[in-house]
């Protein structure tokens, strides 16, 4: 056995690996959601509408409302409709919409500015408060209790005494007849037989509305909803409880979907069966909701307790996108240099917060830069290498700004402010007074910067930037060796993860994850460092961890074997095996670019395409966008390509931290506590989970603290994906 394993480390040569066409995703449009807000100040808003001409219309406990000021990131208000000065003596009573017009209640009659104003029909309901219009310009209105159907010219029809409580009217115009809601019934009423009649009975109903083609209506309750066949006026199979939300206030049919409005959110039914669930002030300005109507450009218009939310659906394509999110990054994400977030907002203003440091300045900076790297090898434009000129910078000045050679700060800040910045206690002032420096390095620096110094040098055709880069990973990469394979810190002691010792990895038992991921990225990081300074320090000592400390076993371990700790193990391998870390995730497919990249020998270079295909299997469950993409980088022709596209549509456009809940939803299938951590048998969308990086667990379900108090930058959460994508040539270029 060790004579077959020297004899394969000392082969120079080895196969060549059966490269396969890999699928292509094809970039044409795509509807993108995003949300524009519009907050009330102590007013309950209760039915919005909307006319031919694209305007809203608002009626509220202080009379007619209308937006004002809101676009998307950037909320509006609801303020009062000054717009017919002449009807601000009216009692208004609500608001609908008829042949595309607004049309308004007041305890009197039903009239409207359209047609000239010649729209007036009188009634006797002084407390009416619903109506709708039917054939001919009749209206039916009621006060919940009694029903009086009208004209221009005169009242057509009464009654007085409805047998229980109407909350809603609905007119279906194929077969000419009003439908009544009541708390306990559903009835129809025929304008030209002047009757009503009950077509089905039971309890508990809050709203209902018609499918797209008119043959079934839906039926909202407070535990979910159920259909009833217009023609049968039977119910139609079981009533849905496996919902978002069960508890029902409003339904309304848009195009190819039924929108639910309940006490905890909105969801919408698809074709599929599926739901998009929107809950949060990511979409909505309250998850109370009281009205859904269709808006213009295939927006939808939700009104809550105190506000209205459009949800607006646009055409992109990823490329758009892309430009979309590298302004969001360049406008309000750029910390001297760094990829940063912007803290401390006020519930989603963004011109409230500052732009905060980080642990992992140098890593999520790395990240941004890579993708500003691929996307400057795909389109070679002169701004993405301007930008990656300046990262580039901030990343270099890591160095300089501490005393110790070759050890790279987590991040830097004038100086002044440490009991200010997150983690006052690893600052430490700089030999420059201006400034104060982060200690404390850790691994997931370590391979950040290796990873991207590697792609700027081999793929930036600037002779600049690729000296500074390679001096850069070299300065690193030397100070790791001729430490002992430790980062060590201004105390003169190894950082508390910057550690690639053998006395240190091999101290974990085999299934702790940490030896695995060790062991990975230091062969990952020789590698690169001797591929561009051909230094043989590199690789001997790259050789010498495989073949003499196991490095290549450890790091060839199948996924299916880590876990937690034995019980006889030290309590620092079971604090650090208590459940899967998403962070070594991030850590390993960053340091994949080298150890597959810049394998010694195609010999080793077929057995770290195993060790990859086997951590992505592990993986495929979290249909993580930039784990598929990285595995795309081995060739293979599988790596759940629709799934990656899936995250890069998927993704919100608005990645502020709102609340978010999802751990109430009865449709999503909940599992077991396990050693990973999956929660729910399958991933929800990430436009209905938080905003997470790379390094979090997809199936974190809620975030309940510092509703809209920061925003993430896209520099490393969908960038990088994105563009890493397009340089593989696995996402095309923009389809028309």
């Not at 060796?481 to 003169?492: A, F, R, S, T």
Request: hydrophobic share 35%.
């Amino acid at each position: 056995m060790k004579k077959l394993f020297f004899l394969l480390f000392t082969l120079q040569f080895g196969f060549a690996l059966a490269q396969t066409k890999q699928p292509v995703y094809q970039d044409k449009p795509f509807l993108q959601d995003y949300s524009i807000k519009y907050y009330t100040d102590g007013v309950l808003p209760e039915k919005a509408c909307i006319d031919r001409n694209g305007n809203i219309k608002l009626f509220s406990s202080a009379g007619m409302l209308i937006p004002h000021n809101g676009q998307f990131l950037y909320t509006g208000t609801l303020i009062t409709d000054n717009t017919y000065r002449t009807i601000q003596n009216k009692n208004i009573k609500g608001v609908g919409s008829y042949e595309n017009q607004f049309i308004l209640l007041d305890d009197k009659t039903v009239f409207s500015n359209a047609w000239a104003g010649s729209l007036f029909a009188k009634h006797e309901l002084s407390d009416a408060k619903l109506f709708v219009g039917g054939q001919n310009f009749t209206f039916l209105l009621s006060n919940g209790k009694a029903l009086q159907l009208i004209d221009s010219k005169q009242i057509l029809w009464k009654f007085d005494d409805f047998n229980d409580e109407i909350i809603d009217l609905k007119f279906q115009n194929s077969s000419n007849l009003f439908w009544i809601l009541g708390k306990k019934s559903i009835s129809t009423f025929s304008p030209k037989t002047k009757k009503i009649e009950v077509v089905f009975e039971e309890n508990d109903f809050t709203a209902f509305d018609f499918s797209a083609d008119s043959k079934s209506l839906y039926v909202g309750t407070n535990d979910g909803y159920f259909l009833v066949g217009i023609a049968t006026k039977k119910q139609l199979g079981d009533k849905q409880t496996k919902l978002p939300s069960t508890n029902v206030t409003c339904i309304k049919s848009i195009g190819e979907k039924v929108w639910f409005g309940t006490t905890n959110g909105v969801f919408a039914l698809k074709k599929d069966g599926k739901f998009d669930y929107y809950n949060g002030e990511r979409w909505l300005t309250s998850n109370q909701i009281k009205h859904i109507s269709e808006g213009a450009d295939n927006s939808v218009l939700i009104v809550s307790d105190n506000g209205l939310s459009q949800i607006c659906f646009k055409q992109m394509t990823l490329h758009d996108k892309a430009i979309f999110f590298g302004k969001q990054v360049r406008s309000r994400h750029i910390r001297n240099g760094f990829n940063a977030s912007l803290d401390n907002m006020e519930k989603g203003n963004l011109s409230t917060g500052y732009l905060a440091d980080s642990d992992n300045d140098g890593l999520w900076t790395s990240m941004y830069l890579g993708a500003e790297i691929f996307r400057y090898v795909v389109t070679k434009e002169d701004d993405a290498l301007q930008n990656c000129r300046e990262s580039l910078d901030a990343m270099e000045r890591l160095y300089s700004i501490n005393p110790i050679a070759g050890f790279p700060a987590r991040s830097f800040e004038r100086s002044g402010f440490i009991k200010q910045l997150a983690d006052p206690d690893r600052w430490q002032h700089s030999p420059d007074k201006e400034w104060d420096w982060k200690a404390t390095t850790s691994s997931d620096e370590a391979i950040g910067h290796i990873f991207v110094y590697g792609a700027m040098a081999e793929l930036v055709k600037d002779a600049d930037l690729k000296k500074r880069s390679i001096a850069l990973m070299d300065t690193l990469m030397g100070h790791i060796v001729q430490n002992d394979l430790y980062l060590i810190d201004y105390d003169g002691k190894p950082t508390a993860w910057g550690r690639w010792n053998p006395s240190y990895v091999n101290a974990f038992p085999t299934n702790v994850g940490d030896r695995k991921l060790n062991s990975s990225n230091i062969i990952a990081m020789l590698q690169t460092a001797y591929y561009f300074t051909k230094k043989p320090i590199y690789k001997e000592k790259a050789f010498e961890l495989m073949k003499k400390h196991g490095y290549f076993e450890n790091l060839m371990r199948p996924m299916t074997q880590i876990g937690y700790a034995p019980k006889d193990a030290d309590e620092h391998s079971k604090k650090m095996s208590d459940a899967w870390n998403h962070s070594d995730d991030e850590m390993y497919f960053l340091g994949y670019w080298g150890l597959y990249r810049y394998a010694f020998n195609d010999t080793l270079k077929a057995h770290y395409k195993k060790a990859i295909i086997d951590h992505w299997q592990a993986e495929r469950p979290e249909k993580e966008g930039l784990w598929n993409i990285f595995t795309a980088l081995t060739g293979t022709q599988n790596f759940d390509l629709n799934a990656a596209a899936w995250y890069l549509r998927e993704h919100p456009l608005d990645l502020i931290d709102w609340e978010i809940t999802n751990s109430h939803r009865k449709d999503i299938e909940k599992i077991p506590v396990n050693f990973r951590s999956q929660t729910i048998k399958e991933v929800l969308p990430p436009d209905e989970r938080p905003i997470q990086r790379h390094n979090a667990n997809m199936f974190n379900l809620d975030r309940t603290k510092g509703n809209g108090t920061s925003e993430h930058s896209a520099g490393d959460i969908w960038l990088l994906p994105y563009w890493l994508g397009r340089y593989l040539g696995v996402i095309s270029p923009p389809q028309k």
